[in-house]
Structure formats: structure tokens, C-alpha cells
């Protein structure tokens, strides 16, 4: 994601994925603009909203066709918490995420 990334964008990119269940990962989310933060929380609140009753299909906001939905969509999103670009997420977005923590493997009890 940057912040030339507008709604249109995005949105094809949900559909994308919403229509093959493909993994996608939104790499530093919040880059985007505010409006299209905005947009991206609703848009996948929608999608998984969807997923959670099992829908064959869902309307994203503003578009008037159904998107497919086949179930094994998967949607994460990193951020680049130490980017001087990087923002808080709106209510919006931030809602629909869950945060998770990397570490790196311990090598001796992988060996």
C-alpha cells in the first residue's frame, strides 16, 4: 500500500481476492490516505461479515454488483510502525484487525 493508492484500487483487490479465495496482505496498511483507510475497514467488514454466514456472495460498499465469495479467503495487513509515514489506523480499520506478534525461531529447538 501507499498513499497513492485510491478506493478503486483497493477495492479491485478485494474482489480479487473475495472471488478466488486467495491470501492477500495489505503490506504497510497504514500508508494509505484517511478516506481510504476508511473505505478499506468497511470494505472488509463486509467481507467478513460475509465469510461468518457462510454468504455465496457479498455487495462491497458503493458497487452494485455481488462479489463471489469462496471461503478460504484470507486477508492480513502489516504496518510500518517504524516508518515516519506511518499513522494510527481509524476506528474503522483497526476493528476489523487483530494484532499478532513475530518473533523470530529459537534455531536450537528447530535443530
Not at 456472495?57 to 469462496?70: G, I
Request: proline share 8%; hydrophobic share 45%; aromatic share 4%.
Amino acid at each position: 500500500c501507499s498513499e497513492s493508492t485510491d478506493v478503486s484500487t483497493l477495492c479491485h483487490g478485494f474482489k480479487g481476492l473475495l472471488g478466488t479465495g486467495a491470501w492477500g496482505c495489505l503490506r504497510h496498511l497504514d500508508r494509505l490516505s484517511s478516506p481510504v483507510l476508511s473505505i478499506a475497514g468497511v470494505t472488509l467488514r463486509a467481507a467478513l461479515d460475509a465469510l461468518a454466514e457462510g454468504a455465496p456472495s457479498c455487495r462491497l460498499p458503493d458497487d452494485e454488483v455481488a462479489v463471489p465469495v469462496v471461503s478460504s479467503v484470507g486477508f492480513l495487513a502489516t504496518l510500518g510502525v517504524f516508518s515516519s509515514s506511518a499513522r494510527p489506523l481509524p476506528l474503522e480499520a483497526a476493528s476489523q484487525l487483530r494484532p499478532v506478534a513475530l518473533l523470530p525461531p529459537d534455531s536450537r529447538a528447530v535443530a
